[in-house]
């Protein structure tokens, strides 16, 4: 008997004897399948209830990771693989290796459901760098490693900078006490207006003097 999708992958076997003419007893029917390329073939129940034939494909696929660092790397790191959400295999990535793995022959499709499975990963938290995870299953994940860099120190000394503003007061007021270019000039102006005030009153006394 053939089976396809015109037939919706059913059929029976009519008209079969439930004896046998031999000796009478009840004849127990079962079925095979003939090897589908492939595929795999579970066949469940009875002659009395049906058969049930599922066939599985049995393709397989490959996953590959590749490791890439932002900053110093670390020794290795560990790659998680999950198969629909749950965890199926693990590998350590290492420079040996070049930051490169495959988990290879990997089930296509669910032997359960049938549908395609959907394969993930996450990576195991490594100290002092953060993970980012790029791709997917078909065309292979890349797991981008970032070293986190310390905090710059801007942290100022407040005595010194008291200090500094001390001395700089200081400098400023000891500046501020010196007279200035324009108060100069102005003593200067006014001490020659004397002398010559005196160096006048001088003359004409002297004048007086004599032609008294």
Known sequence: MVVDQS???????????????TDGHEIAYTIEEVALDGYSSLITGDAK??????????????????????GTPSTN???ILYADGIEKDRATLTAQDEWTHEFKSLPKYNVITGNLINYTISETPIDGYKSTIKGNQNVGFTVINTKIE???????????????????????????GLPQTGDSNKLLFFVCLALTVSGVTLITFLTRKLFL
């Open 7 to 21: 037939t919706q992958w059913s059929g029976s076997f009519d008209g079969l004897p439930q004896y046998d003419v």
């Open 49 to 70: 209830h049906g058969f049930v034939v599922t066939n599985t494909n049995t393709a397989k696929v490959t996953v590959p990771v590749t490791k890439q660092w932002v």
């Open 77 to 79: 790191a560990e790659i």
């Open 150 to 176: 310390s905090p710059i120190n801007n942290h100022v000394d407040s005595n010194s900078e008291n200090s500094d503003s001390s001395l700089s007061e200081n400098t400023t007021s000891a500046v501020s």
